[in-house]
């Protein structure tokens, strides 16, 4: 695992440091994403020029506690060239703030667990900011022990940003890899087009593969238009899990109304709810602001949004006379939803432990879900799309006709057959997970 990092800043004349994109800066974001990646210390260096705002960054975010700043040419001498200098004794990685990686492809591109037999750059498919590939410092270079001393002299030339570049692109035997977005999106350049260009595909970044067509290509597209308008105000993801709890529950006591128009009301909130629940993760993703609090509020107040609509649905059919089998049916589908959550959240946030945050897709964490056999990981993906939430779409195209004793039925049922197909989800990872080290062994 490489855990050291020097991270070049950028000329000013090509790409500043400072541009805030997604609510963070350039240098701010790059810093976030390496030690998400796994870097525990590393030096942010000034070649080009002095950067007092970056210095200032670097000085005062408690988030960056792991790296130093330094000006080469004014700093010899200093703690931090004495740092720079630890961080060149054994492999390191060199990091550019001339694009937008991807953390989880730099942790899996830092965690390494052999000492680096050969160099590997990472290169973007059209070089940032007008630059020929091989003038341009690389996104990501990946420096073995015997070659980092070596970039000490290019790193203290009289012209560090190009002698820095050229010794890393000539570096010999070096594995080249070109990814595409998300996992790099290169900053081509400092106008207003071309950062725009860049934060779109940021944004674009956060819709999730597994999500539905109509997720992807509505909801998405609202919920990415308002958190571009949030991301860089002080709401906080956990304040917006409240907004959209509220909404939810408001949306569930519409649904006890005795005319269609409250129905559809209801729905139509209950649609709003799940667009700004989507908020949410997004601005904690672009500011790495997830927490553990954070995905237990989000979890458990989905939970009871849905647990609400669903007995209010039976309950409101009840109320206005279509006999106690929807009462019924109500508290069957309540049940069957509190059932369902407490066995995700018993695999998901109890059974992992207490510590850390929790990320995860639906009904097992990210971290499980990545390294199941594919079979497993297809049954686990069929899951995570039957418990998406396109069923709001349903429940308000059955409101317009009067139609919610349909989904009465369908909830109160549906529930519980997802139930046992999560526990027999859930037992046959569990049977797989205890035969593994025998069939290692």
């Known amino acids: 695992m490489i855990d050291k990092a020097i991270v070049v800043l ?50 005062e975010d408690p988030k960056n506690s792991g790296f130093v700043f330094l000006e080469l040419g004014r700093s010899k001498g200093s703690a931090a060239f004495r740092e720079l200098e630890q961080c060149l004794q054994g ?18 591109l830092l965690n390494r667990p052999e000492p680096l037999a050969r160099p590997v750059l990472v290169k973007s498919k059209a070089p940032a900011a007008g630059a020929e590939n091989t003038e341009a410092l690389p996104a990501v270079s990946l420096v073995p022990a015997g070659a980092a001393s070596s970039l000490k002299g ?149 939970n009871l949004v849905h647990i609400v609509v669903f007995f209010c649905i039976g309950f409101g059919l009840y109320r206005g006379g279509e006999g106690s089998v929807y009462l019924a049916l109500g508290i069957l589908a309540a049940l069957g939803t509190l059932a369902t959550a407490s066995a995700v959240f018993w695999r998901v946030f109890l059974k992992g432990g207490s510590e850390g945050i929790i990320t995860f897709s639906t009904p097992v964490r990210v971290e499980e879900a990545a390294s199941a056999s594919d079979g497993l990981r297809r049954k686990i993906e069929l899951a995570d799309k039957i418990s998406n939430r396109d069923f709001i779409y349903l429940i308000l195209a059955l409101s317009l006709v009067n139609g919610l004793w349909i989904y009465a039925w369908l909830s109160a049922f549906g529930t519980f057959f997802y139930l046992a197909y999560l526990l027999h989800l859930y037992r046959r990872m569990g049977l797989l997970s205890r035969a593994s080290p025998a069939s290692s062994a």
């Open 10 to 59: 950028s000329a000013p004349s090509r790409v500043r440091p400072r541009v805030r994109l997604g609510g963070l800066s350039l240098l701010q974001r790059l810093l976030y994403t390496a030690q998400w990646a796994g870097i525990r210390r590393g030096v942010v260096l000034a070649l080009a020029a002095p950067d007092p705002d970056a210095e200032r960054l670097v000085r």
């Open 154 to 302: 290019a790193l203290l030339s009289e012209e560090p940003m190009e002698a820095t570049a050229k010794f890393l692109n000539s570096l010999p035997d070096s594995e080249c890899l070109e990814p595409g977005e998300p996992a790099l999106i290169p900053i081509r350049g400092s106008s207003p087009q071309e950062l725009g260009q860049a934060q779109k595909s940021l944004f674009r970044s956060l819709i999730k593969p597994t999500e539905s067509y109509l997720s992807k290509n509505l909801e998405r597209r609202i919920s990415l238009s308002i958190t571009k308008r949030l991301v860089n105000t002080a709401v906080t993801p956990n304040q917006i899990s409240l907004v959209s709890i509220c909404m939810g529950l408001v949306s569930g006591w519409l649904f006890l109304g005795p005319h269609r128009l409250h129905h559809v009301a209801g729905a139509l909130l209950l649609w709003l709810s799940s667009v700004i629940d989507g908020c949410d993760g997004e601005i904690a993703r672009l500011k790495f602001q997830e927490s553990r609090i954070g995905s237990v509020l989000d979890f458990l107040g989905d």
């Open 91 to 108: 492999e390191l990685a060199v990091l550019s703030t001339e694009c937008i990686l991807d953390r989880v492809f730099l942790r899996d």
